[in-house]
């Protein structure tokens, strides 16, 4: 049965004085993670140069990542916004080097070095002193006025370290929209050579094959007109074998299904050549535009393909909507689960076609199962009468 995804969480609100109480200990509590951190980065970075300062680095970093983004939540709901982006990510698989040489490229590593000063001086000295202040028999009153500025306050101190200020968020776009581009660059290069070598191997060769036989039945028309008519025989099959392969390239450029039916009629004929069963369920109220409707119909491909070839699964669902101008799928399955994104270059291919529409792919797949991928994609749809269409070979 299709797994009905957690809504999209609301505006978020400010937390209330008894939870804002509870953060102030919960900073206190931290202050020694943090200073450890900040402590471990700083000797290992002035070693980084030997062999000592890369297990320092090792360890350091991602419990500084850890604290940070514990009082990075805090501080979101003490004002009542969205929680800000955190560090990039490491891609899974990364030796320790590259990922130290990530972690240094990445502005936010300095920005959570910085904040883990601040933290661990004036954050504790707040946090610390409001905590006495509530504790204190008389100061009831003061607490009940006091709570609200003094843990905004820190709440503005910590996202003054830890959230991108606006010039860094356009600058992270542009350093995204580079790579995606030349993502992109490199996967039209790709399939431009799969067509290229398709064309080569399969159609092209057949039309060879063809052209020779119509030439020797020719020649053999006026000696041995039985041996001409089976040439002749030959060269019709070979015609329709070399039908099929350009059918095939085409196909895999744009199915004509996709055309035709769209997007969910194009996923239920990939369900149906699947050897499990699987549930389609699809409420779009229109189509995507053509490039977004076919990157997501490949990614589902895949999903559906890797489901078939490694999960072990006896069922399997897609459910496709559209809300709040975002184009979703989800894809599971009741199979052994384990799925690892970075471990092959299939759902890595999906992850960039999605990119080029600012799209994303999450994998979730404990050990034992389900595993759900949820497939977003940024867009919007058209009216189902001013839907596009075309009519296949």
Known sequence: MPVEPAPRAPTARSASRLRMTGYAALQVLLFVPTLLAFVLCAVGGALSLVVLGLPLLAIGMPLLRWTAQRHRVMAARCLGIEVPPGPRRTPPGEPLY??????????????????????????????????????????GLVWWYGTEPIMRGRARLDLMFLAYGRTERLEQRVAELTETRADVVDHAAAELRRIERDLHDGAQARLVALSMSLGLAEEAFATDPERARALVNDARTTTSAALTDLRNVVRGIHPPVLADRGLAGAVQALALDLPLPVEVEASLPGRPPAPVESALYFTIAECLANIGKHSGAGNAWVLMRHRDGILQAIVGDDGAGGADPGAGTGMLGVMRRLAAFDGTMTVASPVGGPTIVTLEVPCALSSPKTAPSSVSD
């Open 98 to 139: 590259g990922r130290l040489m990530l972690w240094a490229r990445d502005p936010m590593t300095w920005r959570e070095l910085a904040w883990a000063l601040a933290s661990i001086t004036i954050g504790f000295t707040v946090s610390l002193a409001f905590l006495v202040l509530f504790l204190g028999i008389v100061t």
